[in-house]
Nanobody, 123 residues
Framework: VQLQASGGGLVQAGGSLRLSCAAS????????MGWFRQAPGKEREFVAA?????????YYADSVKGRFTISRDNAKNTVYLQMNSLKLEDTANYYC????????????????WGKGTQVTVSS
């Protein structure tokens, strides 16, 4: 199983980025997918998750609610994270992950991790 994240980069505060995570090697549509992030010197933290059935359930960390949107395209085996109104504190390495359920994802009971993609927000 491979999860390949992309779309990170350098953006000014207030700007937007869209991260993508392409999955291969498993029946992608049967699992919850999500995003975590880790800033330098800090622990990895949960960002957002979406249930296996696109559109049925979502969960967001309080710090990103109203600014980030998670979505998935099961036909393309891809999950997205649209990040708007980016803040300096959103700077981190972003990782995509798969888990059996959203609840498991929130508890970091992750089956597979992807390699991170760096997001840097500048002032």
């Amino acid at each position: 199983v491979q999860l390949q994240a992309s779309g990170g980069g350098l953006v000014q505060a207030g700007g937007s980025l869209r991260l993508s995570c392409a999955a291969s090697g498993r029946t992608f549509s049967n699992y919850a997918m999500g995003w975590f992030r880790q800033a330098p010197g800090k622990e990895r933290e949960f960002v957002a998750a979406i249930s296996w059935s696109s559109g049925s359930a979502y969960y967001y960390a309080d710090s990103v609610k109203g600014r980030f949107t998670i979505s998935r395209d099961n036909a393309k085996n891809t999950v997205y994270l649209q990040m708007n109104s980016l803040k300096l504190e959103d700077t981190a390495n972003y990782y995509c992950a798969s888990a059996h359920t959203i609840a498991a994802m929130r508890s970091s009971l992750v089956d597979y991790w992807g390699k991170g993609t760096q997001v840097t927000v500048s002032s």
